[in-house]
């Protein structure tokens, strides 16, 4: 009897381990087992601050600030926002992760793009990644062009340097990673180098005859104003004579005066003349 019994307790036993077990696997993706219950997980947005019990459904908080969480989950706390060196292309919310983007003019760094490093490639060049390890890289810049072609940066593209000996034409400037060479027909140039000698010749000889004409009227000028000065100068003394007729003279001063407004006269008359 004692024996049957003891069998029965082991039937009981297992069987409330196989529901127990049972009532694990049926409790479904959003929801976790505890003490034989099937109890909610943790929305997005928040975490679970206490497990269920048999009065009461999960304690779920809201993420603090600068944390979050975008999926369901039972987990104690939520996961905390990137760092972004350089600003966030998509803001982190409480349910949300968010995005880190680097400004224009550099490069992100590592996968999340916490980190920016400058783009220092010039014109015809383009940053090539290089793996730092642990998540994180660097750069180094390579021509875009190889071999005997530049960048065209007006249509973002590379093309081959013009063959300026194939053309039957001289290379007056050779082409780099960034410029097409410069191709010049030699005969083409020889006669633009005459035709420039015979223009600086005649714009030469036009100066010079402007530069003539312009000190022959400066000179004019000059001479026409120093006798229209001593035109004025002889009114003057002719004035003063004048004025000194009235007092009585001796023959000789009267004598003299007749000699001097003779000589102005004849000299008014020649200026008139001129």
Request: overall charge neutral.
């Amino acid at each position: 009897m004692i024996h049957l019994s003891f069998s029965r307790a082991l039937l009981i036993v297992f069987s409330l381990s196989s529901w127990t077990t049972a009532q694990k696997v049926n409790c479904g993706n959003y929801h976790y087992e505890k003490d034989g219950r099937c109890c909610k997980m943790c929305e997005p947005g928040t975490h679970m601050k206490d497990f269920c019990s048999e009065t009461r459904e999960t304690d779920c908080r809201v993420c603090p600030e600068g944390t979050y969480a975008d999926n369901i989950h039972a987990f104690g706390s939520c996961k905390e926002c990137p760092s972004c060196q350089q600003g966030f292309a998509e803001n982190c919310t409480k349910t949300t992760k968010g995005s880190c983007q680097c400004r224009p003019g550099f490069l992100c760094s590592d996968k999340s793009c916490s980190l920016c490093e400058e783009n220092k490639c010039s014109a015809g060049e383009e940053p090539k990644k290089i793996d730092l390890g642990n998540g994180s890289y660097s750069y180094k810049c390579e021509f875009k062009c190889p071999g005997n072609n530049f960048f065209d940066a007006k249509e973002d593209t590379c093309k081959p340097w013009t063959p300026c000996g194939a053309k039957g034409l001289v290379e007056k400037i050779p082409g780099n990673k960034t410029h097409d060479a410069v191709c010049i027909d030699p005969q083409g140039d020889g006669r633009d180098y005459a035709n420039a000698h015979w223009i600086m010749s005649i714009g030469f000889v036009f100066l010079s005859l402007a530069l003539f004409l312009f000190m022959f009227y400066a000179c004019s000028k000059n001479l026409r104003r120093k006798q229209r000065n001593s035109v004025a100068s002889e009114i003057s003394v002719q004035a003063v004579s004048s004025k000194t007729s009235d007092f009585h003279l001796s023959k000789e001063e009267s004598g003299l005066k007749l000699i001097i407004q003779e000589e102005f006269k004849d000299c008014c008359s020649l200026n008139l003349l001129d």
